[in-house]
């Protein structure tokens, strides 16, 4: 049985930082692809970063080098500098055996509760 859970999030001022945390458990380490998703009130849900089986990394243009996507033994992190208020989100842990559009949460077959990112100007 596949869990994913997610911890890190919280409230910061416009430019801090914040390193999200994702625990993975039933499935072999990368044996999965694994991302990041957010989803502000009102808005669709909308890709963040993505790592692939093979480890290659992509990032929204939104967040392109502010925030780096890092796997380490079972768990998945975000770290996000320079954060800023149009960051504010619920931000969800994503995986799935292929995979193939690290964007598309169409793709993605488990997901983790969700942890709430906050940030003030």
């Known amino acids: 049985q596949v869990q994913l859970v997610e911890s890190g999030g919280g409230s910061v001022q416009a430019g801090g930082s914040l390193r999200l945390s994702c625990v993975a458990s039933g499935f072999a380490d990368s044996s999965h692809a694994m991302a990041w998703f957010r989803q502000a009130p009102g808005k669709e849900r909308e890709g963040v970063a993505g790592?692939?089986?093979?480890?290659g990394a992509s990032y929204a243009n939104s967040v392109k080098g502010r925030f780096t996507i890092s796997r380490g033994m079972n768990t998945l992190y975000l770290q996000m500098n320079s954060l800023k208020p149009e960051d504010t989100a619920m931000y969800y842990c994503?995986?799935?055996?292929?995979?193939?559009?690290?964007?598309?949460?169409?793709?993605?077959?488990?997901w983790g509760q969700g942890t709430q990112v906050t940030v003030s100007s």
């Open positions: 994503a995986a799935d055996p292929y995979g193939t559009h690290w964007y598309s949460p169409n793709d993605f077959r488990y």
């Open positions: 790592l692939g089986i093979v480890g």
